[in-house]
């Protein structure tokens, strides 16, 4: 089903629909949105993001990083901006490109068995154009670690050129914090 969204997200971005199927598109999305409706769940029960085992958790908001090989420290993948994630000009969104960080370098802050940290601040460097429709390799890695934060670094890579890098401060939650 997430699948089938991000494909609708790409193609509603790319596509400049006549009027007659605007009309039953809207009517199509505000039936299932009623029908969905009728299964509302709180967050602990509800499906998407909460299954690591599909690409992008289960979830339509991040591109998808995949992963090829990680350990504790270090995570290497790639990620590819669809349509729905254009700027301008060919260019991801330049708030598309944190939101990859945001997931990449949280779920290697949090793996290993480390206590759940939350960001607390992510720094991004945009070094070239973001380019969409390719895949883009992607690396996350721990720089150090004092007490409850953890710093973390990251890279996105379009062949040769760096795309973007980012700088990452997680901060391990004490117990009963949100
Ligand atoms: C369930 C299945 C899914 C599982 C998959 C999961 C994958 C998830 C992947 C996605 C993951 C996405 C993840 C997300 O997106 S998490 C969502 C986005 N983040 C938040 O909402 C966090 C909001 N902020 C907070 O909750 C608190 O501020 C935190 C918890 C961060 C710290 O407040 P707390 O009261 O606890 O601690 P403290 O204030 O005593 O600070 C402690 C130390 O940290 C230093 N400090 C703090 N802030 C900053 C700063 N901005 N710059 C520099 N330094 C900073 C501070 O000086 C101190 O240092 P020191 O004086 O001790 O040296």
Redesign the pocket.
């Known amino acids: 089903m997430i699948e089938s969204l991000r494909l609708l997200h790409d193609r509603i971005t790319g596509a400049a629909p006549p009027p007659e199927l605007l009309k039953e598109m809207t009517r199509a999305f505000e039936d299932l949105a009623v029908e969905l409706g009728l299964y509302a769940v709180s967050e602990r029960e509800q499906i998407t993001?909460?299954r690591?085992d599909l690409p992008g958790?289960g979830q339509a908001l991040v591109p998808v990083f995949t992963v090829d090989e990680s350990d504790d420290e270090h995570v290497r993948g790639s990620v590819r901006f669809g349509r729905y994630y254009l700027g301008g000009n060919g260019a991801a969104h330049g708030g598309a490109i944190p939101l990859v960080f945001?997931?990449m370098l949280?779920?290697l802050a949090?793996a290993g068995g480390r206590p759940i940290s939350?960001?607390?601040?992510l720094r991004v460097d945009y070094r070239s154009i973001t380019p969409l429709d390719r895949d883009l390799r992607a690396e996350a890695w721990f720089d150090r670690e004092?007490?409850?934060?953890r710093f973390l670094r990251g890279a996105i890579f379009d062949g040769e050129t760096r795309c973007a890098e980012a700088e990452g401060?997680?901060?391990a939650?004490?117990p009963g914090?949100p």
């Not at 004092?146 to 934060?149: D, L, N, Q, S, V």
């Open positions: 993001g909460h690591i958790r945001d997931e949280g779920r949090n939350r960001t607390a601040y004092e007490g409850r934060k401060l997680f901060v939650l004490n914090q």
